[in-house]
């Protein structure tokens, strides 16, 4: 079925006019539009990796990983999933160039 067919459908005719009222409703009560919340919720790219660079490179000596973490979503003011750090963290250890060294299980510095 084409666009112009879907139009004719009654069902989808009736969820149209019942929006096209609602959005009427809404537009005449003058209420503010509210902010949405969806991408507020989702991380930046790049945001949680360099909060864990700054928490590291500002760290008086080697952390936890579950340090860095809570110094991350301090930093951040919100809550960040304990995964992104420690997937983060291994993914950097791996790599040849990387400044961050894993001295024991769950314990990283940055070297200069």
């Known amino acids: 079925m084409g666009l112009l067919g ?5 069902e989808i005719q009736g969820r149209l006019r019942r929006l096209a009222e609602k959005l009427e409703r809404l537009a005449a ?11 507020d919720r989702r ?3 790049g945001l949680v ?6 928490v590291l490179t ?4 080697p952390l936890r990983a579950r340090d860095i973490h809570g110094e991350v979503e301090l930093l951040l ?10 997937n983060w963290l291994a993914k950097q250890v ?12 769950g314990r990283y510095r940055l070297v200069a």
């Open 6 to 10: 879907s139009y004719r459908n009654p």
């Open 29 to 39: 009560s003058g209420a503010p539009a509210r902010p949405t919340v969806r991408l």
């Open 43 to 45: 991380l930046r790219s």
């Open 49 to 54: 990796p360099n909060a864990i660079e700054q």
């Open 58 to 61: 500002q760290a008086p000596g």
């Open 77 to 86: 003011g919100r809550s960040v999933p304990i995964s992104s750090v420690k």
């Open 94 to 105: 791996q790599e040849a160039d990387t400044r961050l060294v894993r001295l024991d299980r």
